[in-house]
């Protein structure tokens, strides 16, 4: 379920991607596909009826069902990433913003 | 010694240092590309365990025949681009501090997970150094595509962990091998989109016109020298390695990289700015390399690869440099300028000449053995292809180089009066440095076994094995 | 002696001359001449070495044969003549030791090319030869020719490429008397071999309808170069239809197929395009106004009557083709070397400028007398015996259609010929050459030599005839028959040492009457008579303007294979284009659109497949 809820999500980030023609517009797009990315990984270490991946006083076998943390270690990576991206993006905005005074991608003219 | 490990940490901690000593960062770049290029003629071929885990649960390094040779081009590359250009880095020496760790981190790394976050680092830096001289808007565009891409590699990974549990290479090209390629189909082609947008491949590579056509002499031979490089080195290592795939996803990915072959050089033909030729011709190059990749012709790949990344370095950095005086890259508007820069106008002339495949320079030789290993493999429209689009870039390359050299309209005999007056002045480092590459050009193609031997042991031209891989798992499960 | 040395040698020396080139112009140039002279001997020195083997960085593979001794030899000869006037030419270049490099390391291409040994050899100096010969060309007036000459040559680069691929592929071996042997059994793999290795003699030796680059290569190239450009590169184009025919089994892989007068369809597909060749090239020539372009499109169609004659293959045609390429090597270069004269002293070469030039330089009047005699094949020049050989082969064969273009050749070539003669030569002096100087000796040399050389090999062609009756014997083809002077043919024979003799007696007889007759008057070139009219423009009163008027109006709407090339070559710049503006938006969004749809088809096509 929460595996067709991510791809729709991820979905949305590329239709906002086709759609948008604003910078910040564009910029969020990715963050929509990115949350969606990150809950699929999320999801693919899922296992029925496990409990968290760490050791506690009462669960302190290593033998339990755990849910797979490689997922999650990798999800946080992937986050820490996309925000890099993200504040990279915006940094660029701002320079555009400076130079053409619109975010608008239509109304800053053709190639160049 | 763990001299491989070095290779990244070392270009990583100076890049910290040169936050906190700004006014040296040039000189720490410097330092790094030259201990880097030291460290490869000690370094050992092995694996390298990374904190403690040990394969295929942790992360590995990997040095073996092939990451070397990516190594060695990727090192020299980068050292001779920094040294060539070195007034035009200006405040990014840090940047390019962490595109070196990460674009070595990038060929040595042997677990799937750890080339996404090199592959991240280096495309961020990517990033920023297309932002030079205010590019902002295109490379916003690099970044909105870039980011795309590498989404899709990641859900590639994920979907392959998924399957098969397990991210290192080696452990994943075993555990594929066994299964029916139908089943890899998504996560194939996603890995492929991926490593498509950065290694130039159409219709991914639309970022290409706007970054490299307005890319100073720095970051234009950076990003087709030694990121192509890089790129298309794991493409290889991906895609003839692990993704082993089977005929009917090969004809499409063949399609894609065989189209953007042709294309590319049809749109280099239409061009009549310098940059944008190049720029053009590189994508075609790329899609090649590509092709020979998809077809499992390792050797023929990498020597084409190799011809391709350092003859564009040559040529990016007149380029960029004329651009950058001049204020222009139009051929119309540049015609005689060799007749004062004999020297460049060489090398710039051994560079097209190697691409072209003339005898006489090593293209001559990766041509040749790119078409005995398709023909080896009785693909014949390839080839033809192949062919077909040197028509076209025999005719571009030399119209640009018939006109660059000589002046006068259609009709006028060639005389110095009609030269054009943009003056260019070249720095004596470049000066030197491009002539050393055309001359390891002309060297190596007439004696190309100097270049094999040392590296791989005793090839023959019409031999065309494939360098073997040294893949171990030390440890167990 | 060692041809590898040679060769490592020559290489060296063009390097050498470069260095030298930069300090002193005219020692580099002359350095050229001693470099040839040098070549030239070494190869004339070489015929005691027929049937040895030698090798080059472990790829290149040479054999001395009768074929390669003899292409050489005619090369080289160009390439030494030529190189007499390159000091003359060292102040009027951009770049005078860029030329002479070019010049050597070409000379070395084709050499190499000669006495290769195995295909990789053949293309590996091809391609050395084609673009070290592409950069001399735009030293002369036009780059553009110089990108057509590349690319048309490059289109049968691909040809050897594909045909070298292919058999390495089938049989493991490259050498060329054995790689093909196995095609006599396969007539359609070879009917595609065939093809595409045909393809690069096609286009190098200029037929229809790859002969666009002649006129413009030739007649923009600088004036120094046009001729080893006429006279020796277009011979490589020969030398590949020469193998094409005599080491390929082209008769006996197709001896199952279609024939048409005996002749299979292939081979009499190509004589057509050469008989096309002919008759294209002698009207062009006719209707040309520049004079080295109306030489250039006269290579045009001998290179038709040399692909028709190497490709009967039998004992007179392949004996004419190959003597052919002898005559019309000498005489291009000797014409092309009398009009370069020409222009070093008038700086024009259209035709329309000049005239009169017998008076100002006698000596350059008679080589090109000579040397235009044997281009259009009357005796006693040496291009009559070949001509004579080929249409012998033709009417022997019965094959009317391609008899009847050769023989509208030869007589065409008489129009062609008389233009530039009469037109350059004779008539009167234009106002603006008024005061010209003659032409230094060391011009006059060479072209002394080249014009000797056509003379002899006309009067007295046994010794040629004999090396070729070899070339035949060595790939199986019956030789000529000599008895004596005379050539033995199945229609009749021909003794060119009595037509000499008779043609001798004419002469010296009219020389007589001339002397004892009274001399014309000389008249100004306004003193005509005009119906009471007064003229006043000397230009359009002069004998070479609009020469062949009426003759020309016949033909003047001809359908052009340069405008087609021009279609071809915007189309693609359309289609490059369209690249552009589809793919490389600077909207990501669009590109976003495409991996969208791609990965929308992929996902549908796993589904189904």
């Not at chain 1, 980030?13 to 086709?18: D, H, K, N, P, Q």
């Not at chain 1, 296992?47 to 006083?57: D, E, H, K, S």
């Amino acid at each position: 379920m929460i595996q067709y809820f991510s791809i729709i999500l991820m979905l949305i980030g590329i239709f906002g991607l086709l759609i948008d023609r604003n910078i910040l517009k564009l910029i969020v797009s990715l963050n929509v596909f990115e949350i969606g990315l990150n809950l699929f990984i999320v999801s693919i270490g899922f296992v029925n009826n496990g409990i968290a991946p760490i050791l506690t006083a009462n669960n302190s076998s290593s033998n339990l069902n755990f849910v797979d943390p490689l997922p999650q270690a990798l999800v946080l990576t992937s986050i820490v990433i996309g925000l890099g991206i993200t504040s990279l993006g915006l940094a660029f905005a701002r320079k555009i913003y400076k130079e053409y005074n619109t975010f608008d991608l239509n109304e800053m003219g053709g190639n160049n | 010694m763990n001299l491989q490990i070095l290779l990244i940490a070392i270009p990583l901690l100076l890049a910290f240092l040169s936050l906190l000593l700004k006014k040296q960062s040039n000189n720490l770049l410097l330092v790094a590309g030259v201990m880097n290029v030291a460290f490869l003629t000690i370094i050992q071929k092995g694996t390298t365990v990374i904190g403690g885990f040990q394969p295929p649960f942790g992360i590995t390094l990997v040095v073996d025949n092939y990451s070397f040779m990516a190594l060695v081009v990727l090192n020299i590359l980068f050292l001779t681009t920094i040294l060539m250009s070195r007034n035009s880095i200006e405040e990014y020496g840090s940047v390019l501090l962490v595109a070196m760790a990460g674009l070595n981190g990038m060929i040595l790394t042997g677990d799937i997970f750890n080339l996404f976050v090199f592959l991240e680092i280096t495309s961020i830096t990517a990033y920023i150094l297309a932002s030079k001289n205010n590019n902002y808007k295109n490379a916003f565009h690099y970044l909105v595509i870039g980011t795309l891409g590498s989404g899709l590699f990641l859900f590639g990974i994920a979907l392959l962990y998924g399957m098969f549990g397990t991210l290192n290479m080696h452990d994943l090209s075993i555990r594929i091998a066994d299964v029916d390629s139908a089943v890899i189909v998504l996560p194939t082609f996603m890995i492929f989109i991926g490593l498509a947008v950065e290694s130039k491949l159409m219709p991914f590579s639309s970022w290409v016109k706007g970054v490299l056509g307005n890319a100073d002499d720095i970051v234009a031979p950076l990003i087709a020298g030694s990121y192509a490089a890089t790129s298309l080195f794991v493409f290889g290592r991906l895609f003839s390695q692990v993704l082993v795939i089977d005929s009917s996803l090969k004809i499409l990915l063949l399609t894609i990289t065989v189209v953007t072959l042709v294309l590319g050089e049809f749109a280099a033909f239409s061009k009549s700015k310098i940059k944008e030729i190049l720029l053009f011709s590189s994508i075609g190059q790329a899609g090649l390399v590509a092709t020979l990749f998809v077809s499992g012709l390792v050797l023929p790949a990498v020597l084409q690869l190799i011809n391709n990344v350092f003859s564009k370095v040559v040529l990016f950095t007149i380029t960029g440099k004329i651009a950058k005086d001049t204020d222009t890259d139009e051929i119309a508007e540049l015609r005689g300028i060799f007749a004062d820069h004999k020297i460049i106008g060489v090398s710039f002339t051994i560079a097209s000449l190697s691409l072209l495949g003339l005898p006489l320079f090593f293209g001559f030789y990766s041509k040749i053995n790119v078409m005995f290993g398709l023909f080896s493999l009785n693909i014949y429209l390839i080839p033809a292809l192949i062919l077909f689009s040197t028509i076209i870039e025999g005719a571009y390359f030399i119209r640009m180089l018939l006109n660059l050299w000589n002046t006068g309209e259609e009709g006028e005999k060639s005389k110095l009066e009609y030269k054009t007056d943009k003056i260019v002045s070249f720095s004596k480092y470049k000066k030197i440095g491009v002539l050393v590459i055309s001359i390891v050009i002309v060297l190596m193609g007439i004696f190309p076994s100097l270049l094999l031997d040392n590296l791989y042991g005793d090839k023959t031209l019409l031999n065309e094995n494939n360098p073997e891989y040294i893949f171990e798992i030390k440890g167990g499960m | 002696m060692d041809l590898s040395l040679m060769a490592i040698l020559l290489l060296i020396g063009s390097f050498i001359t470069y260095f030298v080139s930069r300090s002193n112009k005219k020692v580099g140039s002359y350095l050229t001449i001693l470099i040839t002279l040098f070549a030239l001997m070494y190869v004339y020195i070489l015929k005691n070495n027929i049937g040895l083997t030698y090798e080059l960085f472990g790829v290149i593979t040479f054999k001395v044969t009768y074929l390669g001794w003899y292409f050489s030899i005619i090369m080289a000869t160009v390439y030494f003549s030529a190189a007499f006037f390159n000091p003359f030419w060292m102040e009027k270049f951009l770049y005078p030791s860029q030329y002479n490099l070019m010049y050597l390391l070409s000379f070395l291409g084709t050499i190499g090319l000669f006495f290769s040994n195995d295909l990789l050899t053949i293309f590996i100096f091809w391609e050395i030869t084609v673009w070290t010969s592409t950069f001399i060309i735009p030293l002369g007036k036009s780059r553009k020719a110089g990108v057509m000459y590349f690319v048309i040559s490059s289109i049968g680069s691909m040809g050897l490429l594909f045909t070298l691929m292919l058999m390495y592929n089938k049989v493991g071996t490259l050498e060329i008397s054995k790689v093909f042997n196995m095609l006599a059994n396969e007539p359609k793999l070879a009917s595609i071999v065939f093809v595409m290795f045909i393809l690069s003699g096609l286009t190098k030796m200029g037929i229809f309808p790859f002969h666009i680059w002649l006129p413009q290569a030739h007649g923009n190239a600088p004036n120094t170069f046009s001729p080893v450009l006429s006279g020796g590169l277009v011979k490589m184009g020969g030398f590949i239809t020469f193998l094409s025919v005599g080491v390929f089994p082209a008769y006996e892989a197709f001896k199952d197929g279609l024939h048409i007068a005996g002749i299979p369809i292939l081979i009499y597909i190509m004589m057509l395009l050469g008989a096309v060749s002919i008759i294209v090239g002698t009207l062009m020539a006719i209707k040309s106004e520049d004079a080295k372009k109306l030489l250039a499109y006269s290579s045009v169609a001998n290179g038709g009557y040399i692909l028709i004659g190497i490709l009967l293959a039998d004992q007179l045609g392949l004996a004419g083709g190959m003597m052919h390429m002898l005559n019309h090597a000498f005489a291009s270069a000797a014409s092309f070397l009398a009009i370069a004269v020409v222009a070093y002293k008038t700086n024009t070469t259209k035709i329309s400028e000049l005239g009169g030039m017998i008076h100002k330089m006698p000596v350059t009047y008679t080589v090109f007398l000579i040397s235009i005699i044997s281009l259009a094949g009357i005796p006693p020049m040496g291009g009559f015996v070949s001509k004579w050989l080929i249409i012998q082969a033709l009417a022997d064969k019965g094959l009317l259609l391609i008899a009847f273009a050769a023989f509208f050749g030869s007589i065409g070539s008489f129009l062609y010929v008389f233009r530039p003669l009469s037109a350059v030569f004779l008539g009167q002096v234009a106002e603006r050459n008024e005061n010209l100087t003659p032409p230094s000796n060391m011009m006059r040399v060479p072209m002394i030599f080249l014009a000797g050389l056509v003379l002899y090999f006309g009067v007295l062609p046994r010794g040629v005839l004999e090396i070729i009756g070899k070339i035949q014997a060595s790939v199986g083809i019956t030789p000529v028959e000599l008895n004596g002077q005379a050539i033995m043919a199945v229609n009749g024979n021909l003794d060119a040492l009595k037509v000499f003799v008779i043609f001798g007696f004419g002469f010296v007889l009219a020389l007589l009457l001339f002397l004892a007759f009274k001399k014309p008057r000389k008249v100004d070139l306004m003193d005509t008579y005009t119906s009471a009219e007064f003229i006043y423009t000397k230009e359009l009163y002069h004998y070479a303007h609009d020469f062949y008027a009426p003759f020309e109006r016949l033909y003047g709407n001809h359908p052009s294979v340069e405008k087609w090339a021009d279609q071809i070559s915007y189309k693609v710049k359309e289609v490059g284009d369209l690249v552009n503006k589809v793919f490389f938006n600077f909207n990501p969004s669009l590109s976003i659109l495409w991996i969208t749809v791609l990965i929308v088809i992929i996902y549908l096509g796993g589904v189904i497949i």
